[in-house]
């Protein structure tokens, strides 16, 4: 495929969660090669029929596919159609075109990819150290890289410190209030879950409000979400507080003869994304974001695995 003409040099695949990582990579390539990054050509492809459009992309149009890596990548409605594309076009001409980015501890990566295909090492490599294999991989199957010019490189800063003040304008009472709705609307797609669970198996989820915390119930721990807020204006300090307790708390005027202790803990600070659409970020070092939609899936398996008491 070396001869073939490309519409793209790198195309990136990735969950909802690794979009902030997606766009600190393609920022360090995209004024050296052609890249796609759904963030930025969502305008192109939404005009279309989105499944044939991103079949073309990942099966035919860029030059190498690039995929931020976890469990549970190709199960989303994109990924899904990205990993078939993708499967589809090894089947035909092998997985040469194909770089896997491992995001788990331990890494991963999917069982149909041949062994002796080489993933890349973030840990190892950092950002720039990726950006330079993937810049390596377009030129052995046949692509150019532009030399980043002093405007070019110029032009990368003036993004970054454009994005650095939109998102400390979005840390005001705009942030504020958009984290407020996201908390009230997080109710809803929790409840979904959890009518979910109830309709699969005999597990009994449901939600309940308690002291102004949100609790996931039905194996015995409990989930409580709370929305945590230190100055009525500024996000700064403010964090989705998420933690497994050993059993459900008391209610109002109801006794507690044993005050629950705290099995594990999660905070998720709520800020705007590189796509300019607000998100949730979890705190630890993964730095993950979320839409309230996958917050609530994501939480909702973390009780699965972890809310039944030993």
């Known amino acids: ?15 909802q969660q690794d979009e902030p990582l997606a766009m600190e990579l393609n920022d360090r390539l995209q004024d ?34 690039v995929v931020l890596y976890r469990a549970g990548w190709g199960e989303s409605r994109w990924t899904r159609i990205e990993q078939t594309a993708i ?8 997985y040469r075109f194909a770089k896997f980015i491992p995001l788990d501890e331990p890494p991963t990566v999917p069982k149909w990819l ?24 377009v030129q052995d199957v046949g692509g150019t890289i532009h030399e980043e010019t002093i405007e070019e490189r110029a032009k990368r800063l003036e993004r970054n410190i454009q994005f650095r003040d939109r998102r400390e ?4 009472d705009q942030g504020v209030q958009a984290a407020r709705i996201e908390v009230e609307k997080l109710k809803q797609p929790l409840e979904s879950k959890a009518a979910t669970v109830k309709k699969s198996s005999s597990i009994d989820l449901n939600v309940i409000q308690n002291w102004g915390t949100m609790y996931l119930i039905g194996l015995g721990r409990a989930l409580g979400v ?13 964090f ?15 006794l507690e003869f044993e005050k629950p202790h ?8 709520f800020d705007l994304l590189p796509s300019d659409v607000g998100g949730w970020i979890s705190g630890d070092a993964q730095k993950r974001t979320f839409s309230t939609e996958t917050l609530a899936d994501y939480l909702t398996k973390f009780y699965l695995d972890n809310g039944r008491k030993d």
Do not use: C
């Open 240 to 254: 989705l507080d998420v933690r497994l307790f050993s059993h459900q708390p008391a209610g109002p005027g109801q």
């Open 1 to 15: 495929m070396n001869s073939q003409e490309f519409k793209y040099d790198v195309a990136f695949s990735f969950l």
């Open 87 to 94: 499967r589809n076009r090894g089947h035909e001409h092998g």
């Open 114 to 137: 041949p062994a002796t295909q080489i993933w890349i090492g973030l840990k190892r490599h950092g950002l720039d150290g990726a950006a330079a294999v993937i810049e390596a991989r």
């Open 32 to 65: 050296r090669v052609k890249t796609f990054i759904y963030s930025e050509q969502q305008k192109e492809i939404a005009g279309k029929d989105g499944e044939e459009g991103f079949n073309k992309v990942f099966g035919e149009e860029a030059r190498i596919v």
């Open 262 to 269: 705290v099995v594990q803990s999660m905070r998720f600070t």
């Open 226 to 238: 709370h929305w945590k807020l230190e100055a009525s204006n500024h996000l700064r300090g403010a």
């Open 169 to 172: 304008k979005f840390q005001w």
